[in-house]
C-alpha cells in the first residue's frame, strides 16, 4: 500500500511476479478451505526471503475465522460487492478482492464498481492503463475476474493464476 501511494503502479515484470505470488498463497488457502476476507494492498508485503528477487506476501488473518455469514467484514473497497446475494464469505469474494488489488498494482486505481449497473453491464476496468504490449489479455483476465456472476468467474485461485501468467507470456 505504501510502495502504490509513493511511487504509483509496478512494473510488468513486478505485477507478474507479485499477482503469481498472491494468487499461488489464494490457491494455497483454497486447498485448505479458508478464505482470508480481507485481501488488499495493506495486508500484502514485500520482501526478499533469499538473495534472488522479492516477492509478495499476504499476512492479516485475523478474519480468517469469523463466521462465514458476517458480511459486513473486511475492507469495503476490496469486498465483493455482490457477497450479500450469495449470503456468505466464499473463495470467489477472496478472487475478487485479489483482482481490484492486482488491478489497482497495475493502474493505480480499484475499478469503479457500481453495484446498481446493469447485470450485463461489463466490468469497468481502467484497459488504457494497461501496458499496450499486454493490454488485451489483461483486459480480458479483469473482465471475466470482476463479473457480478460469481459462477462467470475464474473456478479457482489456480485458474486465475494460470490466466495472470498467460496474460504475461
Same mark, same amino acid.
Given at each position: ?13 513486478? $505485477?507478474?511476479?507479485?499477482?503469481? +505470488?498472491?494468487?499461488? =498463497?489464494?490457491?494455497? #488457502?483454497? *486447498?485448505?478451505?479458508?478464505?482470508? /476476507? ?49 449470503? $456468505?464469505?466464499?473463495?470467489?469474494? +477472496?478472487?475478487?478482492? =485479489?483482482?481490484?488489488? #492486482?488491478? *489497482?498494482?497495475?493502474?493505480?486505481? /480499484? ?59
Amino acid at each position: 500500500q505504501r510502495y502504490l501511494a509513493h511511487e504509483g503502479t509496478v512494473s510488468l515484470d513486478f $505485477a507478474s511476479r507479485y499477482g503469481e +505470488d498472491l494468487l499461488s =498463497a489464494l490457491e494455497e #488457502l483454497e *486447498e485448505r478451505q479458508i478464505v482470508h /476476507r480481507d485481501i488488499k494492498p495493506a495486508n500484502l508485503g514485500v520482501g526478499a526471503t533469499t538473495k534472488s528477487a522479492n516477492h509478495l506476501t499476504l499476512f492479516d488473518f485475523s478474519l480468517a475465522y469469523a463466521p462465514r455469514t458476517e458480511l459486513q467484514i473486511g475492507t469495503s473497497a476490496y469486498r465483493d460487492p455482490w457477497l450479500r446475494q450469495r449470503g $456468505a464469505w466464499d473463495p470467489a469474494a +477472496d478472487r475478487w478482492g =485479489a483482482a481490484v488489488t #492486482l488491478h *489497482e498494482m497495475l493502474t493505480g486505481a /480499484r475499478p469503479a464498481i457500481d453495484p446498481s449497473a446493469a447485470p450485463d453491464a461489463p466490468p469497468p476496468i481502467a484497459a488504457e492503463r494497461f501496458d499496450p504490449s499486454v493490454r488485451d489479455r489483461l483486459a480480458a483476465f479483469f473482465e471475466r475476474a470482476l463479473q457480478r456472476d460469481a459462477e462467470l468467474r475464474f473456478p479457482s485461485a489456480k485458474a486465475m493464476r494460470h490466466a495472470w501468467i498467460a496474460c504475461f507470456e
